[in-house]
């Protein structure tokens, strides 16, 4: 079964060649039951590590089964060792965490027998060892007899035809010894048994044949009983699912050391808690605007507005307004040109909007959900929504009514109650308000008389000194005459050490009464300062092109009549766009990086984290190998304990959200877990699993370099 011939074994010292064996020839077959016997360093350790596939030779040949061995490669000795032999070490070589039914149910779950036959033959085995009444114990808790006991067990378990024992008595008394041996030789009646022993008499009375090595040789080779020679190898036909052997043996390791899966679980749940903050979310709000040139932020900027003005800087009058409405070129005159610079603002169920007048939609293909305005109070509104805010708007603002803010650059603002009949997906910054034209009008008749409520009336005190005081509310009464106004009774008085002149513009105006009755703040005017108030200086005006294309040949006319134009997306829009679009992308990228920064220091600290747990764990891998678990195994197994653990961490973090997104518990958080949407989830649970499978591997590459033989020896 077993051939060696002319095999030589060196070792590397730091200045010498240590020739540990020197040109063995011996033959093992099955039914014998060996002692390798010889002082210590004569070389008996190496020669089982060499017959075990533990250890590599470096001249001969050695033969299993007929077959030359001098060709392998790790795969085909780790396929050897699974197939071919079983191990019983001095120091049992358990795995302590374990149960002494698991002990032995590990080495059958390689052999692919599902859940119930695999528990009723590791029963049967240790019965037949006679630890069938331990078997829930923990293998660290068992005496040193009763742990190579185990040891034989799980050689029993495994179920193959050569058993190697190196020095399998050396750490028990001699009732234990007697024990043990006398189930070796019961073994070896089926089986090749190798034992390396230093005591020959106490195995003497159990073994068929006795070799004795000196100095790596051997010089001694003697049969002392005859053995059944005769019996056939047992070829094994097994059926395995890598997959399932590894998710088993991993649910061995995660439940039979609870405190460090517990701490690989704390680690998890820190690395998918911290992904989870780092994922944007698709908020409006969350979208970055770079601060523009002033002249560029005061401006409503699209491609048809052009903004018209006097030569002589005079008001416009009613001729100019004429002129203007009766150009073919122009599509519409907007008088007032203060307010469509205005930004307009909303909280749409959560995302935060803020826009302005638009008059030109640019709407693709399933860009558009909804309908554009047909009738008073309905409004549609356009901006770079991302595909899934899309979908939040079309569930829960496409047809409701919200409240719109209209912002002036002094003045408080107005807010208007429409209804989103229409959500345009456009590739730009600024957000767009489109309504129809009477919606628009009584709107800016709402603005306008707003802000004309809003004039500065200048107030003198008794020193001569003046100030402006904005905000005070004129109503008219009809009752007053020529420049007469009454106040507020608070308003008097908070002035009371002043002189109470009231001026608007240059016009003094005469307070004829102080009352209780008028609403603090308001001034109540006459219909003739009403009627000037209201005649306001227009000196600029917005009109919308038809064609962009005619702008050259209009603004050339318009020049030659008497007027400035000025169209701000060319002007300013364009001659910008290349900066604002360098430091869009060069915001997005440092954020970007940051976060992949971020995510990598995690990666760093989790796996000097992870290392350090798992550095524990590495005597029961190895210990994994050396019963015949393949290395790719083992990585499969390092893998799904880690997985798991994300796994379970990602479930908890999803309910938790849960939860908090339905109580509300952490209000200030509430915008950021109520637009969790399922791509973020997808995206955080990918995120995590691939952090997961770089902490596994980085682990696994860095022990990769040892072979089993080394991990023995570092162990």
Request: glycine share 4%; proline share 2%; aromatic share 12%.
């Amino acid at each position: 079964m077993i051939k060696l011939h002319n095999i030589s074994k060196y070792y590397q010292g730091k200045t010498t060649v240590i020739e540990a064996l020197r040109k063995i020839n011996l033959e093992f077959k099955i039914g014998e039951f060996v002692a390798i016997t010889g002082e210590s360093g004569s070389g008996k350790s190496t020669l089982l590590n060499v017959i075990a596939g533990i250890d590599s030779y470096e001249e001969g040949e050695l033969y299993i089964n007929g077959e030359e061995t001098s060709h392998f490669d790790d795969d085909d000795w780790e396929d050897y060792r699974k197939e071919n032999i079983a191990f019983i070490f001095q120091n049992y070589n358990l795995i302590d965490s374990y149960t002494v039914l698991k002990n032995v149910e590990v080495a059958l779950v390689m052999q692919g027998i599902n859940k119930s036959e695999r528990k009723a033959k590791a029963i049967e085995i240790l019965k037949r060892v006679g630890l069938d009444d331990h078997l829930s114990h923990r293998a660290s808790k068992l005496s040193g007899g009763k742990k190579q006991r185990l040891a034989i067990a799980r050689a029993l378990a495994k179920d193959t035809d050569i058993i190697v024992a190196d020095e399998p008595t050396g750490n028990l008394d001699s009732k234990s010894g007697m024990q043990v041996l006398s189930l070796l030789k019961e073994i070896a009646k089926d089986k090749l048994v190798i034992v390396v022993t230093h005591n020959f008499d106490q195995i003497k009375g159990y073994i068929t044949r006795k070799v004795r090595l000196l100095d790596g040789e051997v010089v001694e080779d003697k049969v002392i009983k005859e053995p059944d020679t005769t019996l056939k190898i047992n070829k094994k036909s097994k059926k395995e699912n890598e997959y399932y052997q590894a998710l088993t043996i991993a649910r061995y390791n995660i439940f039979s050391q609870p405190r460090k899966s517990i701490f690989i679980f704390i680690l998890s749940f820190m690395i998918v808690l911290v992904v989870a903050l780092l994922i944007p979310v698709s908020r409006a709000e969350d979208i970055y605007t770079p601060t523009r040139p002033n002249e560029a932020r005061k401006l409503n900027i699209y491609p048809e507005r052009m903004i018209v003005s006097r030569q002589d800087k005079l008001p416009m009058t009613d001729d100019d307004f004429n002129l203007l409405e009766n150009d073919l070129r122009i599509a519409k005159l907007i008088k007032e040109d203060f307010a469509i610079n205005d930004a307009i603002g909303a909280t749409l169920k959560g995302i935060k909007y803020a826009g302005y007048f638009t008059f030109n939609l640019d709407i693709k293909e399933d860009a558009l959900i909804g309908r554009l305005p047909e009738n008073d109070n309905e409004v549609l509104i356009q901006f770079s929504f991302t595909d899934e805010e899309m979908k939040y708007l079309e569930k829960n603002v496409l047809d409701k009514t919200i409240d719109f803010s209209f912002w002036g650059s002094k003045f408080q603002r107005s807010t208007h109650s429409l209804k989103v009949v229409g959500i345009n997906q456009i590739n730009q910054d600024r957000g767009g308000f489109y309504t129809t034209d009477s919606t628009f009008e009584k709107i800016l008749e709402f603005y306008y008389e707003d802000i004309l409520n809003r004039i500065p009336v200048r107030i003198t005190d008794k020193y001569g000194f003046t100030r402006r005081v904005y905000n005070y509310i004129f109503e008219v009464d009809e009752t007053l005459t020529s420049y007469e106004v009454k106040i507020n009774q608070t308003d008097a008085f908070i002035f009371e050490d002043d002189n109470l002149e009231l001026f608007y513009k240059s016009q003094k105006l005469e307070i004829v009464d102080v009352s209780d009755e008028i609403d603090f703040n308001s001034i109540l005017i006459s219909p003739k300062i009403k009627t000037e108030i209201h005649n306001i200086d227009i000196k600029q005006v917005t009109v919308n092109l038809k064609d962009v294309e005619t702008r050259k040949e209009l603004e050339k006319d318009l020049l030659e009549l008497g007027y400035y134009t000025y169209m701000p997306y060319f002007e300013i829009e364009s001659s910008n766009n290349n900066y604002y679009e360098f430091y869009n992308t060069l915001y997005k990228t440092v954020e970007s990086l940051k976060i992949i920064l971020i995510i990598f220091i995690v990666y760093i600290v989790a796996y000097l984290i992870y290392r350090l747990i798992m550095q524990t764990k590495y005597k029961d891998y190895i210990i994994l190998r050396l019963i015949g678990i393949k290395k790719s195994l083992i990585n499969k197994i390092i893998h799904f304990e880690l997985l798991f653990s994300i796994i379970i961490s990602y479930i908890i973090f999803v309910i938790s959200f849960s939860i908090l997104r339905i109580s509300n518990l952490f209000k200030e958080y509430d915008t950021y877990i109520k637009n969790l949407t399922f791509s973020n989830y997808l995206l955080i649970f990918v995120i995590n699993i691939l952090l997961g499978l770089l902490l596994a591997n980085r682990f696994i590459k860095k022990r990769a370099k040892n072979t089993l033989y080394s991990s023995l020896r570092l162990e």
